[in-house]
């Protein structure tokens, strides 16, 4: 099936331009750049990272709002960022705070009768859930930067709306969904034809712009075939392709980029996740899916 006009040009050249344009559009917070480069030092400290966070009020809110949260089992004990970061740990509040910076981004109405993107923040905020409980279950240490990772995913979407509205309503009215939200066609093979790119390339290619960890590059850029990339650093993406699909089961929010709710066996294998495990947290994600969509909000 054809769709609109098909784009030209090389791949590379049309991420890189995206990219480019969308530094004019949407940029990250001051604060979250602070945050970002604070992850990314090993000499940062816990007071460094409280001086900068108890500067923006706000984004002190959210991120108390969330600590305070069932998902953190410390529903109303925490009334300062300095006392979060003794319960929670320094990469945690980090992790916490680049997100709740990161909501103002999802912000726009419907761009179609199945589309808006506070849907695929919603999804987002479940997929981080999932991810972090994944994690957690096969303790890998990696909850926090899995949450995270499962919160920026699907970021390229956002990358083709803000620069190419148009162009990404083509691609959700072909994919089409049916009446349960289930997609009728592969939404990545139509924005390899009409972007020329997917969210994937997208994704990953901002990540490196906002000097993101290399983690969330390859997340981001595959999250969609983990396999696809070497044993030593696929876990983050695998986690994340599973937690995507927990997330669509569950009916959160945005779904149409998988056809298939079942996790590639690889993958599992790839994570030594057994099925009543994977059951298990479908089970907890389900039961908090209210919570857990607006955890971020």
């Known amino acids: 099936m054809s769709v609109g006009t098909?784009?030209?040009?090389?791949?590379?050249?049309?991420?890189?331009n995206a990219i480019r344009e969308i530094s004019h559009i949407a940029t990250l917070p001051e604060i979250t750049v602070k945050i970002v480069e604070l992850v990314e030092s090993p000499?940062?400290?816990?007071?460094?990272?409280?001086?900068?966070i108890s500067a923006d009020p706000a984004l002190c809110s959210r991120i108390l709002k969330?600590?305070?949260?069932?998902?953190?089992?410390?529903p109303g004990q925490i009334a300062s960022i300095n006392r979060a970061i003794v319960m929670l740990g320094l990469n945690a509040v980090k992790n916490i705070a680049i997100a709740a910076s990161l909501a103002k981004l999802f912000k726009g109405g419907e761009l179609t009768s199945s589309f808006a993107a506070k849907d695929l923040w919603t999804h987002s905020n479940v997929t981080a859930a999932a991810a972090k409980m994944i994690a957690n279950s096969l303790k890998l240490g990696l909850a926090d930067e899995a949450f995270l990772?499962?919160?920026?995913?699907?970021?390229?979407?956002?990358?083709?709306?803000?620069?190419?509205?148009?162009?990404?309503?083509?691609?959700?009215?072909?994919?089409?969904?049916?009446?349960?939200?289930?997609?009728?066609n592969d939404f990545l093979a139509f924005e390899n034809?009409?972007?020329?790119?997917?969210?994937?390339?997208?994704?990953?290619?901002?990540?490196?712009k906002w000097k993101f960890p290399k983690s969330l590059v390859m997340v981001t850029g595959y999250?969609?075939?983990?396999?696809?990339?070497?044993?030593?650093?696929?876990?983050?993406?695998?986690?994340?392709?599973?937690?995507?699909?927990?997330?669509?089961?569950?009916?959160?929010?945005?779904?149409?980029?998988?056809?298939?709710l079942t996790?590639?066996?690889?993958?599992?294998?790839?994570?030594?996740?057994?099925?009543?495990?994977?059951?298990?947290?479908?089970?907890?994600?389900?039961?908090?899916?209210?919570d857990l969509g607006n955890l971020l909000t």
């Open 223 to 260: 999250h969609h075939r983990p396999m696809d990339l070497s044993f030593e650093t696929r876990t983050l993406s695998a986690i994340v392709y599973v937690a995507d699909r927990i997330a669509a089961e569950v009916g959160s929010g945005f779904r149409h980029d998988i056809l298939d």
């Open 6 to 16: 098909p784009h030209t040009g090389d791949k590379d050249a049309i991420v890189n």
């Open 43 to 52: 000499k940062s400290t816990a007071q460094d990272l409280n001086k900068v």
């Open 193 to 208: 034809e009409i972007f020329g790119a997917t969210h994937q390339d997208f994704g990953s290619a901002l990540c490196e």
């Open 263 to 290: 996790p590639d066996p690889a993958v599992m294998d790839s994570l030594k996740l057994t099925p009543e495990k994977l059951a298990d947290i479908k089970n907890q994600v389900a039961t908090q899916i209210n």
């Open 66 to 74: 969330v600590v305070n949260s069932s998902f953190y089992g410390l």
């Open 149 to 184: 990772a499962g919160l920026m995913h699907d970021i390229g979407i956002m990358v083709e709306m803000q620069v190419e509205r148009e162009k990404l309503i083509q691609c959700l009215n072909a994919t089409g969904t049916d009446a349960r939200g289930v997609p009728c």
